[in-house]
């Protein structure tokens, strides 16, 4: 059974810094996307940030371009994202999506039926 857990969140001050991580299991592929996802409260869920287990290539929103960094670790199936200069906007429950049957080139930073499964999201609040 395909889990996914998340965790890292929590209350910082603008200008400061969280990590989330993001754990898989249940599988055995070795080749997927993994997105990071945000909602906030009375939004519809965007896309934060993406990779792929197999290249290092990375994508990003623009919103988060150049303070959130993701990263992965394939032998722990466990994904990063560290978030820097934290800003009021960007305070949001985050979620961690797994596309386990890739069929495009990319990952995609819009949460929809490509990715497979999800967690249960983790609470990022960013106030002082």
């Known amino acids: 059974q395909v889990q996914i857990v998340e965790s890292g969140g929590g209350l910082v001050q603008p200008g400061g810094s969280l990590r989330l991580s993001c754990a898989a299991s249940g599988f055995s592929y070795d080749y997927y996307y993994i997105g990071w996802f945000r909602q906030a409260p009375g939004k519809e869920r965007e896309g934060v940030s993406c990779?792929?287990?197999?290249?290092?290539?990375?994508y990003y929103d623009g919103s988060v371009k150049g303070r959130f960094t993701i990263s992965r670790d394939n032998a722990k199936k466990t994904v990063y994202l560290q978030m820097n200069n934290l800003k009021p906007e960007d305070t949001a429950v985050y979620y961690c999506?797994?596309?386990?049957?890739?069929?495009?080139?990319?990952?995609?930073?819009?949460?929809?039926?490509?990715?497979?499964?999800w967690g249960q999201g983790t609470q990022v609040t960013v106030s002082s």
């Open positions: 999506g797994i596309d386990l049957f890739p069929f495009t080139p990319s990952c995609a930073l819009v949460p929809d039926k490509r990715y497979d499964y």
């Open positions: 990779i792929s287990t197999t290249d290092d290539r990375s």
